[in-house]
Structures are given as C-alpha cells and as structure tokens.
C-alpha cells in the first residue's frame, strides 16, 4: 500500500525554523518526484516545491513566496524527503502536504505548521 | 504564472444531479491539467489526469473535457460521498498553481 506520512509541524515564532518530514512506503521512492503543497485554514491549495530523483539530478524549484526561505531535499536511503522552512513568516501558517509525482496520485494527510508570536 | 479560474465557487446539488465545474487558465496549458477532490480534514485525491484520464479507482462517472483553455470536470450522478470541495491544477509550467476550488453541498 502507497503511504506518505508528514510530520515535524508545530508551533514557532516568527523569523524561526522548522523541519518537515515525508516518510513514504509501499513504492519504489527513489525513482519518484515528490511535491509540497500548503493549506491555509481554510482556504485553497498552494503548491509550493518540488524535488526530482537522482536521475534527474535532485532538481528543485520552488513558488516565489518560499523561495530563498524553504529548501526541499530528501534521503533516499530511509524513504524521506524532507521540507526545511527558515525565516517562517505569519503567512506560512498552513496544514503542510507532501504528495508522489507531478499528478499528485498520492497524498499524505498533513502536518500543521503554525507561526505565531 | 499561470491563473486558473473556477466556477462556480460554491455549488448545491441534489443526489442524483449532473454537476458540472469549469476551470479556465489565463494561458494555454495544453491538456496538463488536474482534478482533485479534497474532504474536510483529508489530503486530496487525484480524480482526472491530462484533462480528461481517469485516474485508477476513481468512479466512471467523473469525467474531464478540454475546450481551448477552458476545462471541464463532470459528475454525470452526483452520490453522498461526492459532497466535497474540487480543484483543478495546471501542470504545463512552474509554479503548478492550483484553482481556487468548488465547493459541492447538498441542496
């Protein structure tokens, strides 16, 4: 069974740092693209990142709003990719997703990042 | 970037309705375009893939249609467990934004 399971959210001050993690199984992770995407309360969907596979030299891009602040990467050897969040502003309060591919076919169910004073 | 517009923002079906969600982009995207349906508290879940694929698992009667730049997500018989909120997502190029959801409630 496909899994991907985030955690590492919580709460921090603004200007702080935080580490997500994305524990994937049941696929082969290594050979897979993953992306984050964030969920304000209540509001829509925001892709924010992507990191490619090693054929693919780990290549990342990012949405202009995290660039230069959020940087993606992973570990294929423990089935991990992981989203590193710096200068955490107001604003990135969210619930964090990390999903498999381009066509997100896979989801985990989110971890919440809140950033407040 | 590319704008992806969705109509209408809020929807009231009944069970057993035709429901239909338009979803235009402010650009050609050719058909690198998805639909996604997401339950309260849940991640969403890949419905429609290249504008009009079904993805694996998901119910026949969900279907997507491309006009042009302007996309189509249709429910031919709207079920209790289609109650949700839809997004379309634009692939074509960076950054993959996302439109601004639909949300289906029961009439």
């Known amino acids: 069974e496909v899994q991907l399971v985030e955690s590492g959210g919580g709460l921090v001050q603004p200007g702080g740092s935080l580490k997500l993690s994305c524990a994937a199984s049941?696929?082969?992770?290594?050979?897979?693209?993953i992306h984050w995407v964030r969920q304000a309360s209540g509001k829509g969907l925001e892709w924010i990142g992507r990191?490619?596979?090693?054929?693919?030299?780990?290549?990342?891009i990012y949405a202009a709003s995290v660039k230069g602040r959020f940087t993606i990467s992973r570990d294929d050897s423990k089935n991990t990719a992981y989203l590193q969040m710096n200068s955490l502003k107001i604003e990135d309060t969210a619930v964090y997703y990390c999903?498999?591919?381009?066509?997100?076919?896979?989801w985990g169910q989110g971890t919440l990042v809140t950033v407040s004073p | 970037d590319i704008q992806l517009t969705q109509s209408p923002s809020f929807l009231s079906a009944s069970i057993g309705d035709r429901v239909t969600i338009t979803c235009r982009a402010s650009?050609?995207?050719?058909?690198?375009l998805a639909w996604y349906q997401q339950k309260p508290g849940k991640g969403p879940k890949l419905l429609i893939y290249?504008?009009?694929t079904l993805q694996s698992g998901v119910p026949s009667r969900f279907s997507g249609s491309r006009s042009g730049t302007e996309f189509t997500l249709t429910i031919s018989s709207l079920q209790p467990e289609d109650f949700a909120t839809y997004y379309c997502?634009?692939?074509?190029?960076?950054?993959?934004?996302f439109g601004p959801g639909t949300k289906v409630e029961i009439k």
């Open positions: 997502q634009q692939l074509n190029s960076y950054p993959f934004t």
């Open positions: 049941g696929f082969s992770f290594s050979v897979s693209a």
């Open positions: 650009q050609g995207i050719n058909s690198f």
């Open positions: 990191i490619r596979d090693k054929a693919n030299n780990y290549a990342t």
């Open positions: 290249d504008a009009s």
């Open positions: 999903s498999r591919h381009d066509y997100g076919d896979y």
